[in-house]
């Protein structure tokens, strides 16, 4: 079935959101889920270049897409999100960063893949699932929040499987999730993807990571390797001259 580029028109008249030091500019529900840095990060650790074309898995409302479009003047990128509302403010979040012909909205699950993404070979998939189990927390009653925290019928498994299938032989998977969750990671990934990098996300010196920024390639052979990951904030407050250059001056995390 023809994915409807235009079901629903996101509002116009909310306050944005900036990321990247004013270069993305962000329209989100009010009193609904809300993209904080951790697209940010993930957009930084998907080390596209010119000329390649990027699945956003869950593009919510397109924070991660549009932060690596912005980043990277030559790349495509396609947002896939089941929830016609958040594509809605997706595609106008496109517009207001100045990135529409770069950045497409895709309508649909990706248990039941939409047929504009029917044998689609991407250089790179990019997301960030839901990070909690069914029955790991209560279910958020705001539809949008519970959609964007808690897994529903689609898995980690499935959302790994997935990227598999959309991937170019050698492509490479990216994806930000909690560290608690590193065993599922890893079992998911198994048989599937290799040449694993995993860069833990330290929120201040001396306190355990609790996200991880992880980078696979598909049939990849290569060792696992751990980073030294990156400190979010300085002891004293504020965010490290390292999350500063990623945050604010949109420069790529390389590992």
Not at 133 to 160: R, T, Y
Request: aromatic share 6%; hydrophobic share 45%; net charge positive.
């Amino acid at each position: 079935m023809p994915i409807s580029e235009q079901s629903i028109e996101a509002p116009v008249n909310l306050p944005a959101d900036f990321l990247l030091n004013g270069r993305v500019r962000l329209l989100q529900p009010e009193g609904g889920y809300r993209a904080a840095i951790d697209p940010v990060f993930l957009a930084a650790v998907t080390a596209a270049r010119d000329g390649e074309r990027v699945l956003d898995v869950g593009t919510g409302t397109g924070a991660a897409a549009l932060c690596l479009a912005v980043r990277v003047p030559g790349v495509a990128v396609v947002g896939l999100e089941q929830r016609a509302d958040a594509c809605a403010f997706a595609r106008r979040n496109a517009a207001l960063s100045g990135v529409a012909e770069r950045v497409t909205v895709v309508e649909g699950d990706l248990l039941a893949p939409p047929d504009a993404l029917r044998g689609a070979g991407f250089d790179r998939v990019m997301m960030n699932p839901p990070y909690l189990k069914v029955g790991a927390a209560s279910i958020p009653p705001d539809g949008w929040k519970a959609a964007a925290n808690v897994e529903g019928a689609a898995q980690l498994a499935d959302w790994v499987r997935f990227a598999g299938r959309m991937l170019k032989p050698r492509g490479t998977l990216t994806m930000v999730h909690r560290a608690d969750r590193i065993e599922d990671i890893l079992h998911a990934l198994r048989g599937r993807f290799g040449s694993l990098v995993l860069v833990p996300l330290w929120p201040k010196p001396g306190v355990e990571a609790k996200r991880l920024l992880l980078v696979a390639r598909k049939g990849g052979r290569a060792p696992a390797r751990l980073t030294a990951g990156l400190t979010v904030h300085k002891a004293e407050g504020g965010y490290s001259p390292e999350a500063e250059r990623v945050l604010r001056d949109a420069e790529a995390l390389a590992f």
